[in-house]
Structures are given as C-alpha cells and as structure tokens.
C-alpha cells in the first residue's frame, strides 16, 4: 500500500526567505507527482506535475523536483512572500491495480510573516 | 471550462437524514475521484471512476456511503443514514487520462448534527 509523507508539518518563516518542502513515497512504482496548495476553507490548486521520467518542474518561483529511486520529492519556493502562506500537498499517481489513483501526503502548513 | 463543480458547497443536516453530494467533472474528463478531508484524517480517497465505472471503491467507509456516476457529465456520493461522524469536507477531482493533473472542485463542507 502506497503511503505518503510530508516533512516537516508547519513551517514558520519570514518573507523572502527560500524553502523546501519534502514529501517521501513508499512505492517507488508510480506515474507521477503533483504538487497542490490549499489555502484555508477552499479547494486544492494543482501547482506542478511531474511525471516519473522527469527529474524537475519550474513554475515561477516554484521548483520541484523528483527522485523516484529514492522515494522523494521536494518542492523548493523562492524568495517567500507572505501570499504564499497555504497548506502544500503533495499526491503520487500510482501505478499497479491503482491505475489513476492518487494518494496524499497530510501537507505542510507554511506560514509567511512580513 | 468551468473547472469541477460541486453542490451544494454547505450542507448542514441531522443525524439519519439522506445526503447527497453532487459534482459535475470537467468536460472531456474520463477519471473522477471523490475525496473526504478531515483534521483528523487528512484527504482520504473514497472512491473513483474511469469511464462511468468504479474501479476502487475501497475507501468507502461503510454501506451507508454509496457512489454514481451515471454519465461522463455528472456523478453522486450519497449518505444514508448520515451520522455526526460524517462531518466533513468532500472533494471531487477529474482528470483525462492516467498520467496527466488532476482538478479538484471547491468542496462541499457537510455537518451532521
């Protein structure tokens, strides 16, 4: 069974600073990776998606990156703004008899102070 | 597009009483995911479709949750009888295909008192 986890759980950090965020796989057997924000009451907005052939995906000040091996992804934000305060998931598309089937990691609050 | 949407976005109900949650895909999306987020719990898949079929519905809590999709452009998760525990924000997601993004609708936040 696929098990996802984010670290750390809540980040604390000030504006401008650069972060990582990780998640780990258990399975290394997947499609792919997809990168949400939450932001508090809403919906989740996909961020990045990175398939299994793909090392790394750029979006502004977004970059993921992926090593399926290992089981690992970071998504790494540039130059925080406090804007960019949400909860971050993270999914894996897995492959198998779950075809299609995405399963999350719990998230990690991040919380950007002017 | 419209993106996913869902109905409706609140639902407040009492114990024992039928729920229906509604959610229309995307056009042209052949997987549709619905999804339970609690504090607790985290986002928990509950069930999905590929083509109007289910293929996994083994994150369906028990057999008072039961789940339709009687077309490509429309799909149901159905609570009878509901209980406090239910109390959650479900989600419904689509996509095209295996290997592409998914989109998630905005949720519908139901209380069961």
């Known amino acids: 069974k696929q098990e996802v986890t984010q670290i750390p759980a809540a980040l604390s950090v000030p504006e401008g600073e650069n972060l990582v965020l990780n998640c780990s796989f258990t399975d290394s057997a997947i499609y792919n990776l997809q990168w949400f924000r939450q932001d508090p009451g809403k919906g989740l907005t996909s961020l990045l998606l990175?398939?299994?052939?793909?090392r790394e995906q750029t979006s502004g000040r977004l970059n993921a990156s992926l090593d399926k091996s290992s089981g690992r992804s970071t998504l790494y934000i540039a130059a925080s703004q406090p804007g960019d305060s949400a909860t971050y998931l993270c999914a894996v598309n897995a492959g198998g008899t779950s075809y299609g089937k995405l399963t999350f990691g719990q998230g990690t609050i991040l919380t950007v102070h002017p | 597009d419209a993106g996913v949407i869902q109905s409706p976005r609140h639902e407040v109900t009492e114990m024992g009483q039928e729920v229906t949650l509604r959610c229309k895909p995307i056009s042209g999306h052949d997987y549709l995911f619905w999804y339970r987020q609690t504090m607790m719990r985290g986002l928990e898949l509950l069930i999905y479709?590929?083509?109007?079929?289910?293929?996994?519905d083994s994150g369906m809590p028990e057999d008072r949750f039961s789940a339709k999709m009687p077309n490509a452009s429309f799909s149901t998760l159905k609570i009878q009888p509901s209980e406090p525990r239910d109390s959650a924000v479900y989600f419904c997601?689509?996509?095209?295909?295996?290997?592409?993004?998914?989109?998630f609708g905005q949720g519908t936040r139901l209380t069961v008192v």
């Open positions: 990175i398939q299994s052939s793909q």
């Open positions: 479709f590929n083509n109007n079929v289910p293929i996994d």
């Open positions: 997601a689509s996509k095209i295909g295996m290997v592409t993004e998914a989109f």
